[in-house]
Nanobody, 126 residues
Framework: QVQLVESGGGLVQAGGSLRLSCAAS????????KGWFRQAPGKEREFVAG????????YLPVSVMSRFTISWDNGLNTLYLQMNTLKPEDTAVYYC???????????????????WGQGTQVTVSS
């Protein structure tokens, strides 16, 4: 059974940076698309970043494209989200997710991901 464990969240001032990590174990997610989502109180879960399996193409919405970077370390089986120039509106619980083995395309819909981490809180103060 695939397990995803996030770390790296915390409290940061506006303009600061954080790097989230998501360690994968118990299965093979290296051969599937992976992503990051976030959910703020009272809001729906929102796509933040995705990385395609083959080619490593990344996909980010305009709201974070110039500030966030997603990457995957195949040797460490770890997914990362580097977040720079953080804003108070980035405050949310951040989740990493992976699609089933062999599904290489990124989806912006949380319904298309089969494995989820427990989430890590990111709070950006103004």
């Amino acid at each position: 059974q695939v397990q995803l464990v996030e770390s790296g969240g915390g409290l940061v001032q506006a303009g600061g940076s954080l790097r989230l990590s998501c360690a994968a174990s118990g299965g093979t997610v290296s051969t599937s698309a992976k992503g990051w989502f976030r959910q703020a109180p009272g809001k729906e879960r929102e796509f933040v970043a995705g990385i395609r399996w083959i080619g490593g193409n990344t996909y980010l919405p305009v709201s974070v494209m110039s500030r966030f970077t997603i990457s995957w370390d195949n040797g460490l089986n770890t997914l990362y989200l580097q977040m720079n120039t953080l804003k108070p509106e980035d405050t949310a619980v951040y989740y990493c997710a992976a699609r089933r083995r062999g599904i290489l395309t990124v989806s912006r819909s949380s319904n298309d991901y089969d494995y989820w981490g427990q989430g890590t809180q990111v709070t950006v103060s103004s």
